[in-house]
């Protein structure tokens, strides 16, 4: 039953995963809105529900390491596994915007979950954990940037490249299917993957991790490499950084302010992973080959995912 549950999750999601990425091209073009800014907003938002869901649910039932294991992984996995894939596929150009200002912001998000998780580090309390107060800071960060963002949408050449796709009815159904479809598919996922691991014995940080953070990133994983394939590059990468914005900011953010959370079984290395997934973009940006992420940069992201992997099951 297991494998069915993740063989029919596995198809929700590539076909959510195209609507969505055909809609959201539609609604850029209709509003002169770039690629970049639909996959900050609507595209990241949406294929970060699975995440929302798991790490609220997980924060309501007490388990902070799931909450938090939750995005931690799916942070990591976000830059070293999609945006290496999606590099190796085809290299990924970033806009003088993007250095300036998305990629340092996701550095932002990520350095804040380091200064908020690392109480025992920096000597300000005897338990890692993310309180209420902290919770709400970071939630009020995530409404500011999305404000900031959309005032500052518009662009000299409004996605310009997209050619004409569907009307808005079409693409208001397609998003919202689309969105459906990948957050029902990651969850059956989820379900049949964990399910699966827990008959194992593997522990529920080391699920969170792994497994259930890389079920909840199936949506970005398959949107990404989608809008990849169909030439919508900025999309891919504003999907990535949305989301890993999205994850720290809004999810942890609001879940710890529902209930604080607690690190757990979450390894200081692995919060450190996740400032290293905002640093690396950051300074491949500045790379005598161009102000791009390349296949030689994308192959080394999949390396440090690869080695990161063989970390976490080495020491279980």
Known sequence: MDIVLIIVGLALVLAGANYLTEGAAAVAEKFHVSEFVI????????????????????????????AIGNVVGSNIFNVFLILGLCAVISPLPLTKNNVRFDIPLTFLASFILFAFTSDTLLGTGDVDRIGRIEGAIMFLCYIALMIYTIRTSKQDNPAGNVEPRMNMWKASIAIIGGLAALVVGSRLFVDGASEFARRMGISEAMIAITLVAGGTS?????????????????????????????????????????????????????????????????????????????????????AIYAGYMWWLISKQ
């Open 218 to 302: 199936l949506p970005e994983l398959a949107s990404s490499v989608v809008s990849i394939i169909k030439g919508q590059k900025g999309m891919a990468l504003g999907n990535v950084l949305g989301s890993n914005i999205f994850n720290i900011l809004f999810i942890l953010g609001s879940c710890s302010v529902i209930r604080p959370l607690t690190l757990g079984d979450i390894d200081i290395v692995d919060i450190l992973m996740v400032l290293l997934s905002a640093i690396l973009p950051f300074i491949f940006a500045f790379t005598f080959r161009g102000r791009a992420i390349n296949r030689i940069e994308g192959v080394a992201f999949l």
């Open 39 to 66: 996959g900050l907003t609507i595209v990241a938002v949406g294929t970060s529900m699975p995440e929302f869901v798991v790490s609220s649910s997980a924060a309501i039932r007490g388990s902070s390491d799931m």
